[in-house]
């Protein structure tokens, strides 16, 4: 035992020596390189000197690394992470600058913009030599990433025995649809996945409900119910909210909801990690959770996650270069698809490269990293989720080149935790699933030239924008209006004289998730039914359901309860909807979906799906994307559920699931049957008696206006 712990304790001691050898021949390159960076004195000195200085230099660098860096990241916790991201260079430069001021007899000097370049290259090299020389010794590997999952059990006090049942890995590659994946596996972009189908792994696809978006979909999944969650954006009028899913204050409502409706704090309750999501789940661990994000002080824990990766300050350089290359892939990415003349094509200017990086960079970092580390402490359920697919795929298409190499840098991200999870103190079952897929397409404004915020407009007798009404389709939705109008109020068509002014209400609340639109008029209260509609807008519905960019609208009725409107005057009643009529195209399940969304109380005065074309897939985004989801139509209404093979199936006849609160009912079947296998507990309700001790329990914020920003904003 005595000659092993020499042993290891004289290979640590050796690799620090390599490292340090490696940083003094790194900042003596440098000195030669670099016009501003200097190892000696003015009056120059022997080579010996300059070599001893460079080790002084590196040897008193490495240290402030070590022992500086986390205090200064810590103390930057409440710092955005893209301004940590930017200040990374300036910390780390700093650093050098102070190590070169510790040399006896003042033997460095650099400028402040050299000694950036110099630090990043020597915490890029010393990381990389490190890991080198693990790499070459596995023992030595397996021996640090088990002394580091020691370490961290033994600050939360306990341990994990060798017999403890296996732990679960819920990895959601967001916006990856089932047939996107299944592409992508054929076309060899994402082998890990493929190797897990041929040997481990079974595949399935699931429906989402009719809001095809995260903030539905994982609401559902770790909280077991979505609810009266009608979009990814929608207006309260009793409470005079916009609720927009990826806000803070949105998020942490919407979550606190869901606890009081299943009095259940979630599927991470036992023991579970939350990294990279909207929601908690109920975890106690989380990196990047939206609905704690508010939070101020020791309640927001979410931030730990980046002081957990930041601390080190290789990772820091490393991600801040990544993202900096990133930025400059996605201009060249744009200009090039500007100049091939790829259509259709959305802007991709001002802050958009920035946050393309940070989602495909910064956060995948951060969430890798620390689901990393939960498995090395043994924890027994993480969820995290992946975004950099989804973000990419809304600007350059669900099918773009640019998507797909996204896919690939996934895919090693997947089988770097697979193979960390060979070390962990546990056996650890990692599930991959989407919460929804993505539909191609034109934009609605795109193909008619005016938004659905102008066609509403147009359908109200309201001033629509000038570029709107310039348009081919603006004129022809004017002259929509007109005639609509007079037909309504008896008049004839030919009659030029000044018609009655719609009156009631105040301006229209048009909100767009994807391809689904909201509509809501704050003015009146309750959910109005189409009877009101046609006395306060006479020309509305029929503008919308005629309109050939829109496939169908929901409409609550006086006389015939809710009903769906397609063209032409179809019209059926939503109690007797069986998927024919204008639901036809959209497929099994299209009815059911259309029927629990009417049951929701927010859900909006007039609810519109825009067409989908089922022979290209086609669907028309309300919003400035190319790749949507939030409504009925194609691949984003099919997400899709991969796990192990020791899992039962997620429907017992071998059928699909259906809506997001039947996959959280899968999920926490697996957790159980995880721990029925190491003979454990099964996994508990986590029933709270007041929701407001859940994480997240903060006020949604009012409404100020009625422009809610984009998605990706």
Same mark, same amino acid.
């Given at each position: 035992?005595?000659?092993?712990?020499?042993?290891?304790?004289?290979?640590?001691?050796?690799?620090?020596? &390599?490292?340090?050898?490696?940083?003094?021949?790194?900042?003596?390159?440098?000195?030669?390189?670099?016009?501003?960076?200097?190892?000696?004195?003015?009056?120059?000195?022997?080579?010996?000197?300059?070599?001893?200085?460079?080790?002084?230099?590196? =040897?008193?660098?490495? %240290?402030?690394?070590?022992?500086?860096?986390?205090?200064?990241?810590?103390?930057?916790?409440?710092?955005?992470?893209?301004?940590?991201?930017?200040? &990374?260079?300036?910390?780390?430069?700093?650093?050098?600058?102070?190590?070169?001021?510790?040399?006896?007899? =003042?033997?460095?000097?650099?400028?402040?913009?050299?000694?950036?370049?110099?630090?990043?290259?020597?915490?890029?090299?010393?990381?990389?030599?490190?890991?080198?020389?693990?790499?070459?010794?596995?023992?030595?590997?397996?021996?640090?990433?088990?002394?580091?999952?020691?370490?961290?059990?033994?600050?939360?006090?306990?341990?994990?025995?060798?017999?403890?049942?296996?732990?679960?890995?819920?990895?959601?590659?967001?916006?990856?649809?089932?047939?996107?994946?299944?592409?992508?596996?054929?076309?060899?972009?994402?082998?890990?996945?493929?190797?897990?189908?041929?040997?481990?792994?079974? %595949?399935?696809?699931?429906?989402?409900?009719?809001?095809?978006?995260?903030?539905?979909?994982?609401?559902?999944?770790?909280?077991?119910?979505?609810?009266?969650?009608?979009?990814?954006?929608?207006?309260?009028?009793?409470?005079?909210?916009?609720?927009?899913?990826?806000?803070?204050?949105? #998020?942490?409502?919407?979550?606190?909801?869901?606890?009081?409706?299943?009095?259940?704090?979630?599927?991470?309750?036992?023991?579970?990690?939350?990294?990279?999501?909207?929601?908690?789940?109920?975890?106690?661990? %989380?990196?990047?959770?939206?609905?704690?994000?508010?939070?101020?002080?020791?309640?927001?824990?979410?931030?730990?996650?980046?002081?957990?990766?930041?601390?080190?300050?290789?990772?820091?350089?490393?991600?801040?270069?990544?993202?900096?290359?990133?930025?400059?892939?996605?201009?060249?990415?744009?200009?090039?698809?500007?100049?091939?003349?790829?259509?259709?094509?959305?802007?991709?200017?001002?802050?958009?490269?920035?946050?393309?990086?940070?989602?495909?960079?910064?956060?995948?970092?951060?969430?890798?990293?620390?689901?990393?580390?939960?498995?090395?402490?043994?924890?027994?359920?993480?969820?995290?989720?992946?975004?950099?697919?989804?973000?990419?795929?809304?600007?350059?298409?669900?099918?773009?080149?640019?998507?797909?190499?996204?896919?690939?840098?996934?895919?090693?991200?997947?089988?770097?935790?697979?193979?960390?999870?060979?070390?962990?103190?546990?056996?650890?079952?990692?599930?991959?699933?989407?919460?929804?897929?993505?539909?191609?397409?034109?934009?609605?404004?795109? &193909?008619?030239?005016?938004?659905?915020?102008?066609?509403?407009?147009?359908?109200?007798?309201?001033?629509?924008?000038?570029?709107?009404?310039?348009?081919?389709?603006? #004129?022809?939705?004017?002259?929509?209006?007109?005639?609509?109008?007079?037909? #309504?109020?008896?008049?004839?068509?030919?009659?030029?004289?000044?018609?009655?002014?719609?009156?009631?209400?105040?301006?229209?609340?048009?909100?767009?998730?994807?391809?689904?639109?909201?509509?809501?008029?704050?003015?009146?209260?309750?959910?109005?039914?189409?009877?009101?509609?046609?006395?306060?807008?006479?020309?509305?519905?029929?503008?919308?359901?005629?309109?050939?960019?829109?496939?169908?609208?929901?409409?609550?009725?006086?006389?015939?309860?809710?009903?769906? %409107?397609?063209?032409?005057?179809?019209?059926?009643?939503?109690?007797?909807?069986?998927?024919?009529?204008?639901? #036809?195209?959209?497929?099994?399940?299209?009815?059911?979906?259309?029927?629990?969304?009417?049951?929701?109380?927010?859900?909006?005065?007039?609810?519109?799906?825009?067409?989908?074309?089922?022979?290209?897939?086609?669907?028309?985004?309300?919003?400035?994307?190319?790749?949507?989801?939030?409504?009925?139509?194609?691949?984003?209404?099919?997400?899709?559920?991969?796990?192990?093979?020791?899992?039962?199936?997620?429907?017992?006849?071998?059928?699909?699931?259906?809506?997001?609160?039947?996959?959280?009912?899968?999920?926490?079947?697996?957790?159980?049957?995880?721990?029925?296998?190491?003979?454990?507990?099964?996994?508990?309700?986590?029933?709270?008696?007041?929701?407001?001790?859940?994480?997240?329990?903060?006020?949604?914020?009012?409404?100020?206006? =009625?422009?809610?920003?984009?998605?990706?904003?």
């Amino acid at each position: 035992m005595g000659e092993r712990r020499w042993r290891t304790v004289g290979g640590a001691l050796l690799r620090v020596i &390599v490292v340090w050898a490696v940083s003094t021949l790194t900042m003596l390159a440098l000195a030669g390189i670099l016009p501003d960076f200097e190892l000696q004195s003015s009056d120059g000195e022997s080579i010996t000197r300059t070599a001893l200085t460079a080790a002084w230099g590196a =040897g008193a660098f490495g %240290l402030l690394t070590v022992l500086v860096w986390p205090v200064i990241v810590r103390a930057l916790l409440l710092v955005p992470a893209l301004v940590l991201g930017l200040l &990374v260079f300036f910390l780390n430069g700093s650093l050098l600058l102070l190590a070169l001021r510790l040399i006896p007899d =003042g033997g460095g000097a650099a400028a402040p913009e050299t000694a950036v370049v110099v630090a990043a290259v020597m915490s890029a090299v010393a990381s990389a030599t490190s890991t080198a020389l693990a790499v070459r010794d596995d023992n030595a590997y397996r021996r640090r990433l088990s002394r580091l999952a020691d370490r961290r059990r033994r600050r939360r006090g306990e341990r994990i025995a060798g017999s403890a049942p296996p732990g679960t890995v819920f990895l959601q590659l967001d916006g990856v649809g089932h047939a996107v994946l299944v592409q992508a596996v054929a076309d060899g972009l994402m082998p890990t996945v493929a190797g897990w189908l041929d040997t481990s792994h079974r %595949l399935t696809r699931w429906r989402t409900d009719w809001s095809s978006q995260t903030g539905a979909s994982q609401l559902g999944i770790l909280h077991g119910t979505n609810h009266d969650v009608p979009g990814f954006r929608w207006y309260e009028k009793d409470t005079g909210r916009f609720m927009v899913s990826n806000r803070p204050a949105s #998020a942490a409502e919407l979550q606190r909801r869901a606890v009081a409706r299943t009095r259940d704090a979630g599927l991470l309750s036992l023991d579970g990690a939350s990294r990279g999501n909207l929601f908690s789940g109920g975890a106690d661990q %989380l990196a990047l959770v939206l609905s704690v994000a508010a939070r101020r002080g020791r309640a927001n824990r979410s931030r730990a996650g980046y002081f957990a990766y930041f601390s080190d300050p290789a990772n820091a350089v490393r991600t801040a270069l990544s993202f900096v290359a990133e930025v400059v892939r996605e201009i060249g990415q744009s200009i090039r698809s500007r100049l091939r003349g790829d259509e259709p094509r959305v802007g991709r200017g001002g802050l958009y490269p920035f946050i393309r990086a940070f989602a495909t960079v910064v956060e995948r970092d951060v969430v890798v990293a620390a689901v990393i580390g939960d498995m090395l402490v043994g924890r027994t359920a993480v969820y995290a989720d992946l975004v950099a697919y989804d973000e990419v795929a809304h600007h350059s298409g669900p099918h773009s080149r640019d998507a797909a190499k996204v896919l690939e840098r996934i895919d090693r991200a997947v089988a770097l935790i697979a193979k960390v999870a060979e070390h962990a103190p546990r056996t650890y079952r990692i599930v991959l699933l989407s919460d929804h897929g993505q539909s191609p397409g034109e934009t609605f404004e795109g &193909v008619y030239g005016l938004t659905l915020k102008d066609l509403v407009r147009a359908g109200c007798g309201l001033p629509v924008s000038r570029r709107a009404g310039r348009t081919r389709s603006g #004129a022809e939705a004017r002259d929509a209006v007109r005639d609509a109008l007079r037909s #309504a109020l008896h008049r004839p068509v030919g009659e030029e004289d000044a018609v009655e002014r719609p009156t009631g209400g105040t301006d229209p609340v048009v909100l767009a998730s994807g391809n689904l639109g909201l509509i809501s008029f704050p003015g009146l209260p309750g959910r109005l039914s189409r009877e009101q509609m046609d006395r306060h807008h006479p020309a509305l519905l029929r503008t919308l359901a005629n309109h050939p960019g829109i496939g169908f609208l929901l409409v609550r009725s006086e006389r015939h309860g809710s009903v769906v %409107l397609g063209r032409d005057g179809a019209e059926l009643p939503v109690d007797t909807l069986d998927g024919s009529g204008p639901l #036809a195209v959209f497929g099994p399940g299209a009815a059911d979906a259309v029927r629990r969304t009417d049951s929701f109380p927010h859900v909006a005065d007039i609810m519109v799906n825009s067409m989908y074309d089922p022979d290209s897939g086609r669907v028309h985004a309300f919003e400035e994307q190319i790749g949507s989801h939030g409504g009925l139509g194609g691949e984003q209404a099919h997400p899709f559920l991969l796990w192990p093979r020791e899992f039962s199936e997620p429907v017992a006849d071998g059928g699909e699931p259906t809506g997001a609160e039947q996959v959280h009912e899968v999920l926490r079947r697996w957790l159980d049957e995880s721990l029925r296998d190491g003979h454990g507990p099964q996994v508990p309700l986590g029933s709270v008696e007041d929701p407001r001790q859940v994480a997240g329990a903060e006020e949604a914020f009012p409404v100020t206006d =009625g422009a809610v920003p984009d998605k990706s904003e």
